[in-house]
């Protein structure tokens, strides 16, 4: 089965983002910042936040050395995302996408929680475009993933059917360990 990560870039790959203002709420190694970088193409511009310099400056690195010049990296709480983006972007990000967790080869200490990631998410919804998708991939194997995923969804799930399309579109059959993937589209 191809990784959910590849499955949101496939998503991601169907809708038009060229030119387009891109958020990677979980910069990590910078894997995903490089995918939007490549969907906003040079007239558009991706923001990567993450709350670990180590994060940013492997991102910020991955970056240069491809040489795209449309990402700004930002160090700093997905939380506190409505303050470290211009207040400009409003209703204006065309996409957004969390990989929830810890990052990859770096200390498991560091990871994402159920609080500030509830309020980023709620914050993205707010920076959301109209037709525009937040993606959130929640891993469940480490101790309180399972607790974030459910709380994801409980979130998405009392959304307003009226402003906002919420899907999640984990692979069946679930694993007690599955990560999850969650899909929410302001309609
Ligand atoms: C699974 S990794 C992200 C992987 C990344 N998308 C990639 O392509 O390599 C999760 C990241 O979330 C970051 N993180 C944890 N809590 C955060 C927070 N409150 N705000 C922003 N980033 C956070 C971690 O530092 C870690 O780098």
């Given at each position: 089965m191809k990784p959910l990560t590849q499955q949101v870039h496939d998503l991601f790959r169907e809708i038009p983002l060229q030119g387009e203002t891109l958020i990677d709420a979980t910069a990590g190694n910078g894997h995903d910042t490089m995918f939007l970088a490549q969907c906003a193409g040079p007239d558009g511009n991706v923001i990567a936040i993450d709350i670990q310099q180590e994060a940013i400056d492997q991102t910020a690195r991955r970056i240069a050395e491809a040489g795209y010049e449309n990402v700004t990296c930002i160090k700093g709480s997905h939380a506190e995302m409505l303050h470290l983006v211009?207040?400009?972007?409003s209703g204006k990000v065309a996409a957004i996408t969390f990989n929830l967790g810890y990052l990859p080869g770096g200390s498991k200490a560091i990871i994402t929680q159920i609080d500030t990631t509830l309020r980023a998410v709620e914050a993205s919804l707010q920076l959301l475009k109209p037709n525009g998708i937040l993606s959130i991939l929640a891993y469940?194997?480490?101790?309180?993933g399972q607790e974030e995923a459910d709380a994801v969804f409980e979130f998405a799930s009392q959304l307003s059917k009226d402003n906002f399309k919420f899907q999640e579109l984990s692979p069946a059959p679930f694993a007690a360990d599955s990560p999850r993937l969650f899909v929410i589209e302001n309609i």
């Open positions: 211009p207040e400009t972007l469940t194997g480490h101790p309180g």
